[in-house]
């Protein structure tokens, strides 16, 4: 199994930065990929941006050019750096864990982007 525990949201104004982080504990060395996902409320859940264990990345038309998303494997952690926020990226952000037979989603925190 795969534990994952975000942090770092919060309220921020529009155009300001926050950065997310992703802790993973457990079979870490079975996760093949990992992805932000966001849901923001009466909406459904969406893919932000994903990286590979290879270091391969991709984004979300709406947030490409603005978040990063990297890994850090010696900490077993994964980031998302959002600059220039808007307030339509205002939802529950979600760490995703993908693993060859399984997945696992971490408890979500909240990110609000006042206009």
């Known amino acids: 199994q795969v534990q994952l525990v975000e942090s770092g949201g919060g309220l921020v104004q529009a155009g300001g930065s926050l950065r997310l982080s992703c802790a993973a504990s457990g079979s870490i060395s079975r996760i093949s990929a990992m992805r932000w996902y966001r849901q923001a409320p009466g909406k459904q859940r969406e893919l932000v941006a994903g990286?590979?264990?290879?270091?391969?990345?991709n984004y979300a038309d709406s947030v490409q050019g603005r978040f990063t998303i990297s890994r850090d494997n010696a900490k077993n952690r994964m980031y998302l750096q959002m600059n220039s926020l808007k307030p339509e990226d205002t939802a529950v952000y979600y760490c995703?864990?993908?693993?060859?037979?399984?997945?696992?989603w971490g408890q979500g925190t909240q990110v609000t982007v006042s206009s």
């Open positions: 990286i590979t264990s290879g270091g391969s990345t």
């Open positions: 995703y864990a993908l693993l060859t037979w399984d997945h696992y």
